[in-house]
């Protein structure tokens, strides 16, 4: 059960970098919010009182979530696939590939989401990474078939 | 801070298919957006002018988002629950037992929302993968209330 | 590649922790929609003909699910950064407040969203959470920069 200490500094970095990537996304949602003054609780109308509150849904601020819940769907089982991956003595510089391969097409996908970007791009970002997650999955579920 | 070998072998088999799992969901609401349709972001309908987007929610959609939603309200905090859970000294056969329930009642769960089966086939399957959530909680703040 | 035992520990403490106030969420969700009869999938309406499945969104069963979501989105980056940060050699006691200084933001968030206490209580509680997660963050990228 060891580690390439290289490799898991690897991992490190990126799923850092990823998970930051989402978080900034809860920002991103909140500015949309303020700019257009669509707010859902009650409470937070408190401050204006000529806002309505819990009325109608805006496209800039869905777009924002949207973005956000792909990252969810997205990133947060490669936290897991990744470090799991790390378990299963791969080529370090197969593993390193992964990892840059997924990071750069999840930047990508906000970005593209996030301007709106023609399609094909947002698939083809979203398919690069969610490509590299179920390579790392199969990679876990063959090496550890023997312990199910 | 010892981790038995095969545990971490059942459990990495275990997560990797639950992330897998969670994983296959993105297709199946995008086979049923195309099914039906239904798409949310401008872009998406480009290559069809008559297309309505953003117009109207459409159930079957819906019904893999609940789904592929409860994954992530399940599933995700198992990973990081079953991986503390192997620090906590468990007997391998129970912990074996509460990867297999969660894996066998996840995996249920899917398949019953998705086929519509009736009640209460879909609170039985998603008690029982809370159910091992919770225990697993339970045993990890009681092994570490010590260092909180 | 080493972690100090007792921040391992206190690490899993905090994150069972906080891995189990999200999963409260669902039967909080479940006990606001039992209470109003509000439903979505077709099968749950079962044992109650006279309901109408599907149809409004009420606002007490959203409230949950809104805090349901939030936990999610900024919960589960800290499970993940929490552990990666105990791999940067970090001070004990400066760890360990953070991890005590997220576990009560997020603990206070859930509470403030669901009694409802007027702002800014929720936004100082989820800054509080956020900035953890962004400083566990920053610590990672920089550590690990190097094996990018």
């Known amino acids: 059960m060891n ?3 290289e490799l898991f500094g690897a ?3 990126h ?5 930051v990537n ?3 996304k ?4 909140a500015r949309q919010r303020f700019r257009k003054g669509n707010f859902i609780s ?3 109308g408190a401050h204006k009182p000529s806002l309505k509150i819990g009325v109608g849904i805006d496209d800039d601020v869905e777009r924002v ?3 956000h819940q792909n990252d969810i769907e997205n990133i947060f089982p490669f936290l897991t696939l990744g470090l799991l991956y790390l378990f299963t003595n791969p080529e370090v ?8 391969i997924f990071s750069g097409a999840r930047l990508l996908h906000s970005f593209v989401y996030l301007w709106e970007i023609p399609q094909p791009s947002r698939a083809l970002a979203f398919f690069a990474g969610i490509g590299v997650n179920f390579y790392m999955g199969y990679k876990v579920l063959c090496h550890f078939a023997g312990s199910i």
Do not use: I, K, P
């Not at 799923?15 to 998970?19: E, N, Q, T």
């Not at 510089?93 to 840059?100: E, I, M, T």
């Open 15 to 19: 799923a850092g970098l990823m998970a």
């Open 22 to 24: 989402t978080l900034t």
């Open 26 to 29: 809860s920002f991103l949602t």
């Open 42 to 44: 009650r409470e937070d």
């Open 93 to 100: 510089s197969c593993a390193q590939l992964c990892f840059r």
């Open 11 to 13: 991992f490190a970095f």
């Open 65 to 67: 979530r949207r973005a």
């Open 3 to 5: 580690v390439n200490t």
